[in-house]
């Protein structure tokens, strides 16, 4: 019971950190959030690394192409608060794990990353047709419920979009992954989300005329930069969930807390959920559960056809 709490709090937390990082976006903008994000991501692992062990992270040997990771990672905390700020916390969450979704199956079908290959099966489509058709109720049905986006054609170019940063998101954890293997899961953690921080103060500052907007930064909510903490949390927290649960039972718990953490924070922050989104969310939830239902299936098949290879 104590883990399926701790995963549905994991699940919770991620959330909470794209509404905080949706409230600084239109404050400090998309680089200032990738900056401000990664930089108390990249604390907060230290923290977690040095106060248990009084060590500092050591970097190891890591290969320069890991750091890829922090591009990735940057771009994903700065775009998803500028979504967040446009679509509202449900949409892009949903958005977001549908891409992580998608990716990873192109990842495990081609063996990424030097990933097992797992190919590809015809009965996954249904899945992420349903996904695709929950993007389509939400254009369309949700469509009054977005404030600030001129036109369906920049709301449907939107809703993509947050899929992309999903896709986005599954190549920031498997460089994150990769750097585990030499430094540690918070060790490497500290140093992507420390690059990635040094790349978004770089970005900030060209794109800002080499002027820092302190004013912005010190007159943002502080609640706000709890996005650091909460990612480095949710991030701890999902290594023990996924140690102790089965993978599919884990992934759901956390999908319930992103999806009703969502859910809450536009109540709170829009003070309505139209009817509309909320199908829209409702269609995509189901395709992604469809997903993980059928994946979890062959994947006890393989399983089964492994050992009678073995007998």
């Given at each position: 019971?104590?883990?399926?709490f701790m995963?549905?709090?994991?699940g ?10 949706g409230?600084?976006s ?6 200032g ?14 923290l ?109 170019f ?19 992954f ?23 103060f ?31 949390v949710?991030?701890?927290?999902n ?6 649960l ?33 199908m829209?969310i ?12 059928v ?8 399983t089964?056809?492994?050992?009678k290879?073995?007998?």
């Amino acid at each position: 019971m104590l883990y399926i709490f701790m995963a549905v709090l994991s699940g919770a937390m991620i959330s909470v950190q794209s509404s905080c990082n949706g409230v600084l976006s239109p404050i400090i903008g998309v680089f200032g959030v990738g900056f401000a994000s990664m930089l108390l991501n990249s604390l907060t692992c230290f923290l977690l690394e040095f106060v248990p062990t009084r060590k500092f992270p050591k970097p190891g040997a890591m290969p320069p192409h890991v750091y890829l990771g922090s591009i990735c990672a940057a771009s994903v905390m700065g775009f998803s608060g500028y979504l967040v700020d446009k679509l509202g916390s449900a949409v892009t969450v949903c958005l977001s794990v549908s891409g992580q979704l998608i990716m990873s199956a192109v990842v495990d079908h081609f063996g990424w990353f030097g990933s097992e290959k797992v190919r590809f099966r015809v009965n996954r489509l249904p899945g992420f047709l349903c996904i695709l058709a929950g993007v389509f109720v939400i254009n369309f049905a949700g469509a009054d419920s977005f404030r600030g986006i001129s036109g369906q054609g920049m709301l449907f170019f939107l809703l993509l979009f947050a899929i992309f940063i999903g896709f986005v998101t599954v190549f920031a954890r498997m460089f994150n992954f990769e750097a585990s293997h030499y430094v540690g899961r918070i060790a490497g953690g500290f140093y992507i989300a420390g690059v990635g921080a040094l790349i978004s103060f770089i970005l900030l500052l060209c794109t800002s005329g080499f002027q820092i907007p302190v004013s912005s930064f010190i007159n943002a909510p502080v609640a706000a930069y709890l996005t650091g903490p909460l990612g480095g949390v949710a991030c701890l927290f999902n290594n023990i969930t996924y140690g102790k649960l089965k993978v599919f039972h884990a992934t759901i718990f956390i999908l319930v807390g992103q999806i009703s953490a969502s859910i809450i924070a536009d109540l709170l922050f829009f003070g309505e959920f139209p009817l509309g989104k909320l199908m829209g969310i409702l269609v995509v939830c189901a395709g992604i559960f469809l997903d993980k239902r059928v994946t979890l299936k062959a994947q006890k098949q393989e399983t089964k056809n492994k050992l009678k290879k073995c007998n």
